[in-house]
């Protein structure tokens, strides 16, 4: 059984590797126009890396003896495989090769982020003992990741329309969209280079000990030794798991992509929007807004089964009532609203281009937060997801 667990690992690194690859190749058709021959070389090389994790996850499953969806680790890389799988659906009807990149490019950073959380295998706690597991998370995931799809053809349709000439809210906004990829982007690279060489750091609060793997700028409210000269103690009201681990975490990022962000504006001399507008103008706007159209009116449908209706059943079975306003539970229905709202200005209002993108990245910021800063910052009954 152990030779099982070892080899869904090597499928997942392949799986990355074969993304790795299928950017490359996905940019390399976005250069070069009508390479028709190209973008199917693309699409099969990401499609052979979504087989691959395809068989993590069986493999896994089958070692653990439960769906591997129950832990921070599992469920991201799970969200990112239904990302992929759901860019390979879409790119078969809309075969744009910088829309891929970019798709491809979150899901792997959503990925590459969950491998930084705790891998272990550990027994199911009693709640999560039930069939609604897989199903519930599994069907959440997969509508979430229909979603996201809306987004990044929202955030592209904006850097298509933008004017980047002047200096306005939507220039602004969009680098901080930048912003924020890059800090993920800076949080893998900086974790990796503590990892390998095996730094770690001991903090000692009034009832644990707490290791970081980065260095401890912000430590729990409730620390008694000091492990740098300057320290932040957190909130008192971050009482969910690690919580001042996990913002120490968010800060350093931050930190690491205004760096990289510096970087980059200083090599072009230019913000990144200006940089890559003229690349995403070679893409049909309205493309785009159908695209992002269509994903919502997809994935709309499957996250109300998914993150509703199934989980309000497994509620009840699990805890005797189908709501209990637990933090995961409003965010999932605060998702749900705002999404059922744009579907319904959409039709009625007739909502297109810029307003509609715009409402599509609000929406996947909203996705983002009830996928990390809910489960790590805020304590609640699906503080183990």
């Given at each position: 059984m152990e030779k099982l667990h070892l080899l869904s690992g090597y499928l997942l690194e392949a799986a990355f590797i074969s993304y790795l690859a299928g950017v490359i190749l996905f940019a390399w058709a976005a250069a070069r126009r009508k390479q028709r021959m190209l973008w199917k070389l693309a699409w099969g090389i990401t499609a052979l890396g979504w087989l691959a994790q395809l068989g993590f996850f069986i493999l896994r499953w089958m070692y653990s003896g439960h769906a591997p969806v129950s832990n921070l680790f599992e469920f991201m890389t799970f969200f990112g495989m239904m990302m992929v799988l759901v860019l390979l659906i879409v790119y078969r009807f809309y075969p744009y090769p910088l829309f891929a990149l970019f798709a491809l490019i979150i899901a792997m950073l959503i990925i590459g982020c969950a491998a930084m959380f705790p891998q272990e295998v550990a027994p199911l706690v009693p709640s999560l003992q039930s069939h609604w597991l897989y199903i519930h998370v599994t069907t959440a995931a997969l509508g979430e990741a229909v979603l996201s799809i809306s987004f990044f053809a929202g955030f592209l349709y904006?850097?298509?329309?933008?004017?980047?000439?002047?200096?306005?809210?939507?220039?602004?906004?969009i680098e901080g969209l930048f912003l924020v990829l890059l800090s993920v982007i800076g949080y893998m690279v900086l974790a990796f280079l503590f990892r390998i060489s095996g730094y770690t750091a001991a903090v000692m609060t009034a009832s644990e000990t707490v290791m970081y793997q980065l260095p401890p700028l912000i430590v729990p409210h409730d620390t008694v030794t000091s492990v740098l000269p300057v320290q932040i103690s957190a909130a008192a009201w971050m009482r969910g798991e690690n919580a001042a681990q996990?913002?120490?975490?968010?800060?350093?990022?931050?930190?690491?992509?205004?760096?990289?962000?510096?970087?980059?504006?200083?090599?072009?001399?230019?913000?990144?929007?200006?940089?890559?507008?003229?690349?995403?103008?070679?893409?049909?706007?309205?493309?785009?807004?159908?695209?992002?159209?269509?994903?919502?009116?997809?994935?709309?449908?499957?996250?109300?089964?998914?993150?509703?209706?199934?989980?309000?059943?497994?509620?009840?079975?699990?805890?005797?009532?189908?709501?209990?306003?637990?933090?995961?539970?409003?965010?999932?229905?605060?998702?749900?609203?705002?999404?059922?709202?744009?579907?319904?200005?959409?039709?009625?209002?007739?909502?297109?281009?810029?307003?509609?993108?715009?409402?599509?990245?609000?929406?996947?910021?909203?996705?983002?937060?009830?996928?990390?800063?809910?489960?790590?910052?805020?304590?609640?009954?699906?503080?183990?997801?």
């Open positions: 904006i850097l298509h329309e933008t004017d980047q000439t002047k200096q306005h809210k939507s220039v602004w906004a996990q913002l120490n975490t968010i800060i350093i990022s931050v930190i690491a992509g205004i760096f990289l962000y510096s970087i980059i504006s200083a090599i072009f001399r230019k913000r990144i929007g200006a940089v890559l507008q003229p690349i995403v103008q070679k893409l049909p706007k309205e493309a785009l807004d159908d695209i992002g159209y269509r994903a919502v009116a997809i994935g709309f449908p499957i996250f109300t089964l998914g993150a509703l209706i199934f989980a309000m059943i497994w509620a009840q079975q699990a805890w005797d009532r189908f709501w209990g306003w637990d933090p995961k539970e409003v965010w999932a229905l605060v998702t749900w609203l705002f999404y059922a709202a744009f579907l319904h200005i959409r039709m009625l209002k007739d909502w297109q281009g810029i307003r509609s993108a715009w409402l599509l990245v609000i929406g996947f910021c909203i996705i983002m937060f009830n996928l990390l800063a809910v489960n790590l910052l805020i304590v609640g009954l699906h503080a183990y997801a």
